[in-house]
């Protein structure tokens, strides 16, 4: 690891200053240019800092970013790397020699190791998350300060995603992707659902379409057959009946339909 003194590291975490940082940045970019040696950036976040500081004050503060450095170096001392507090609550930690795979690995091994190690105030016990982003060189780019950057964008887009996560900048698009499939199939379901209604139960779907509340997966007995005014007919389970009309439950492919009924829609109900 590159010499540095003491003095330029942070009294309060005992970590490397801000000052610090473009120091080892050159120091691995140098040795990815004169030898190929990859490098990786670990951006990191406390989650809910703020919140900590507001509720119960900034020597509580003081006290989780104590905590949260000695639990950096105890799980990464023996690592090549360099931590660097960068402000606030957050640090960037370079790892010397180690792609975006082995880094991610080393992340989350640290991120399971903070929330099994208790912090304790005053004599309470509080749990700690953070939330990371990673980039590598060669692999996300080779300009330092872009890989910052890069690392940092991961790390918002992990808080994003509900905090006390890891993201390789590498894999943001394909989570991106992955939620997109997500949607679409969720998508495609319910679109069967309506279109099995339509022609099995041959539901009228022009007014029920906007009417359906939810799709359950357990199938409830029928207990009515209603006639409608469009020439179709429904049978299902009623749930409700008021003067406004009648919530039914039906049957459907994926399981149990709830749809609601307006008196007016409403010819016949023949019940069983």
Same mark, same amino acid.
């Given at each position: $690891?590159?010499?540095?003194?003491?003095?330029?590291?942070?009294?309060?975490?005992?970590?490397?200053?801000?000052?610090?940082?473009?120091?080892?940045?050159?120091?691995?970019?140098?040795?990815?240019?004169?030898?190929?040696?990859?490098?990786?950036?670990?951006?990191?976040?406390?989650?809910?800092?703020?919140?900590?500081?507001?509720?119960?004050?900034?020597?509580?503060?003081?006290?989780?970013?104590?905590?949260?450095?000695?639990?950096?170096?105890?799980?990464?001392?023996?690592?090549?790397?360099?931590?660097?507090?960068?402000?606030?609550?957050?640090?960037?930690?370079?790892?010397?020699?180690?792609?975006?795979?082995?880094?991610?690995?080393?992340?989350?091994?640290?991120?399971?190791?903070?929330?099994?190690?208790?912090?304790?105030?005053?004599?309470?016990?509080?749990?700690?998350?953070?939330? #990371?982003?990673?980039?590598?060189?060669?692999?996300?780019?080779?300009?330092?300060?872009?890989?910052?950057? $890069?690392?940092?964008?991961? $790390?918002?887009?992990?808080?994003?995603?509900?905090?006390?996560?890891?993201?390789?900048?590498?894999?943001?698009?394909?989570?991106?992707?992955?939620?997109?499939?997500?949607?679409?199939?969720?998508?495609?379901?319910?679109? #069967?659902?309506?279109?099995?209604?339509?022609?099995?139960?041959?539901?009228?779907?022009?007014?029920?379409?906007?009417?359906?509340?939810?799709?359950?997966?357990?199938?409830?007995?029928?207990?009515?057959?209603?006639?409608?005014?469009?020439?179709?007919?429904?049978?299902?389970?009623?749930?409700?009946?008021?003067?406004?009309?009648?919530?039914?439950?039906?049957? $459907?492919?994926?399981?149990?339909?709830?749809?609601?009924?307006?008196?007016?829609?409403?010819?016949?109900?023949?019940?069983?």
């Amino acid at each position: $690891m590159m010499q540095i003194n003491d003095d330029q590291k942070d009294f309060l975490t005992k970590c490397y200053t801000k000052g610090s940082l473009n120091s080892f940045l050159l120091k691995a970019q140098a040795e990815y240019s004169a030898y190929r040696k990859p490098y990786s950036l670990l951006v990191i976040d406390i989650d809910e800092f703020k919140t900590f500081n507001d509720k119960y004050g900034h020597m509580f503060g003081d006290d989780v970013l104590k905590y949260f450095s000695s639990s950096l170096r105890l799980n990464l001392d023996d690592q090549n790397c360099s931590i660097i507090r960068f402000g606030g609550d957050e640090f960037v930690v370079i790892f010397s020699g180690m792609d975006s795979k082995e880094t991610f690995h080393l992340a989350v091994q640290l991120e399971n190791n903070v929330k099994n190690r208790r912090f304790l105030f005053k004599g309470r016990e509080y749990k700690v998350t953070f939330s #990371g982003g990673i980039a590598s060189c060669p692999h996300d780019g080779s300009d330092p300060e872009e890989m910052l950057e $890069m690392a940092d964008k991961a $790390m918002y887009y992990s808080k994003k995603r509900g905090k006390g996560k890891i993201t390789q900048f590498s894999s943001m698009g394909f989570e991106s992707r992955k939620r997109s499939i997500i949607m679409a199939l969720l998508a495609a379901i319910v679109i #069967g659902a309506i279109a099995t209604a339509h022609y099995v139960f041959k539901i009228d779907l022009n007014f029920l379409r906007d009417r359906i509340i939810s799709v359950q997966k357990s199938v409830s007995s029928p207990s009515a057959k209603i006639y409608l005014r469009s020439g179709h007919t429904v049978e299902g389970a009623i749930v409700r009946e008021d003067d406004n009309g009648i919530v039914l439950k039906f049957k $459907m492919d994926v399981g149990e339909g709830t749809v609601s009924l307006k008196k007016s829609d409403i010819i016949f109900v023949d019940r069983k």
